[in-house]
């Protein structure tokens, strides 16, 4: 096994939806991205899919049918390497890519979470109140993914 642990297939999609996300925010400070698929149609909620720890990126703007998947590791090392980042940190990162009918992009972070919340009238960047927790990924989550182990289990 090399040292990231990242090599979960390519071709098999962490998450994908028919919505639309587009680039709501970066914050230097704390290294967040956040983007959203606001209400629209018979979609009544909102989801936040949120990149905490971001080291490297590239994006565009808006992801129609949005698919996200990890990368295998020829990729991973190759990013990694281009993020700037020391060898000591490797483990305790994870790298995505975006997939869309509209772009494609990539994220290396240190977990992502994707969120729904209801109503059309909250504000993304205030994060409070009711959600529903959809996904959350680390770096390890991946890794045992790829080992096919229950993370559940003891």
């Known amino acids: 096994m090399s040292e990231s642990g990242m090599s979960v297939a390519p071709t098999t999609p962490?998450?994908?939806t028919e919505r639309t996300f587009r680039v709501?925010?970066?914050?230097?400070?704390?290294?967040q991205l956040l983007l959203c698929s606001m209400p629209w149609g018979e979609h009544t909620d909102r989801l936040d899919l949120l990149f905490e720890d971001v080291h490297a990126m590239q994006l565009v703007t808006r992801y129609e049918a949005l698919e996200i998947h990890a990368?295998?590791?020829?990729?991973?090392?190759?990013?990694?390497?281009?993020?700037?980042?020391?060898?000591?940190?490797?483990?305790?990162?994870?790298?995505?890519k975006l997939k869309s009918g509209s772009g494609a992009g990539w994220v290396q972070c240190g977990r992502l979470?994707?969120?729904?919340?209801?109503?059309?009238?909250?504000d993304p960047v205030d994060r409070s109140g009711p959600r529903d927790l959809l996904l959350s990924l680390r770096p390890a989550?991946?890794?045992t993914r790829r080992a096919g182990s229950d993370p559940t289990a003891p």
Request: charged fraction near 30%; avoid cysteine.
């Open 14 to 16: 962490l998450f994908s």
């Open 24 to 31: 709501w925010r970066y914050g230097v400070g704390h290294s």
């Open 71 to 96: 990368v295998d590791e020829p990729q991973f090392d190759r990013l990694y390497e281009q993020s700037g980042l020391p060898a000591r940190w490797k483990r305790s990162q994870l790298i995505v």
């Open 113 to 122: 979470t994707l969120e729904r919340r209801k109503g059309a009238e909250q």
């Open 141 to 143: 989550d991946l890794r």
